[in-house]
């Protein structure tokens, strides 16, 4: 993994197909360390829209997930939570609305991932909450997008992550290990 220079805050992306606890986790993170987090924008969005979205709606979709996350940093000191990011953004694009992802959100979306510090990323080893905005309902689909895509764009971009595994006092005991080392400065243990 290659050292990243310090920034604040330090910013955190909960991370992983659906339904693997990211907003869950993202609320719990910034409770406990009271610390501001950005919710996914596409929620709201979808909610705003009767459930409809389309592949022109993929550039609006961006500019209110990254508004969401500048709001956020502009609150935090240390720490700063995203339930998901526009990296995710454009992974989703990419399988709901091949070829539909606007260039500037793939573009940005990289140079936002590189500013990343943590990704926490979510495994789908916990049950399927059913929800209107979910696609993939079938475990087998689940890990294979896990695996298949979301883990590999982490390999592609060399993106510093931890994977967040098991029940929730392990997912909990994780997540605060990793965010422990990378307060104390030690990123090269947390590949």
């Known amino acids: 993994m290659n050292a990243r220079a310090i920034t604040y805050p330090r910013r955190i ?23 501001p987090w950005s919710q996914e924008y596409v929620r709201q969005y979808w909610d705003d829209h009767q459930g ?9 979709i961006a500019r209110g997930q990254i508004a969401n996350e500048e709001a956020a940093i502009a609150q935090a000191r240390d720490l700063v939570f995203f339930d998901t990011d526009l990296l995710t953004c454009t992974l ?11 260039a500037w959100v793939r573009e940005t979306a990289i140079i936002r991932a ?22 993939f309902s079938e475990q087998a689909d689940r890990e294979h997008l896990a695996h298949e895509i979301w883990e590999k764009a982490l390999h592609m971009y060399d993106l510093p992550f931890v994977r967040i595994a098991g029940e929730w006092a392990d ?6 290990m990793a965010i422990r080392q990378l307060r104390e400065g030690k990123p090269e243990s947390l590949a």
């Open 171 to 176: 997912r909990h005991a994780t997540a605060l």
């Open 52 to 60: 409809v979205i389309t592949a022109s709606d993929l550039d609006a």
């Open 13 to 35: 992306v909960l991370y992983g197909v659906e339904s693997t606890g990211k907003s869950s986790l993202a609320r719990w993170l910034s409770e406990l360390f009271q610390a």
């Open 114 to 135: 590189k500013q990343t510090d943590l990704y926490l990323f979510c495994q789908p080893d916990i049950p399927f909450q059913d929800d209107p905005q979910r696609c």
């Open 92 to 102: 989703w694009d990419d399988l709901l609305f091949p070829g539909a992802c606007p």
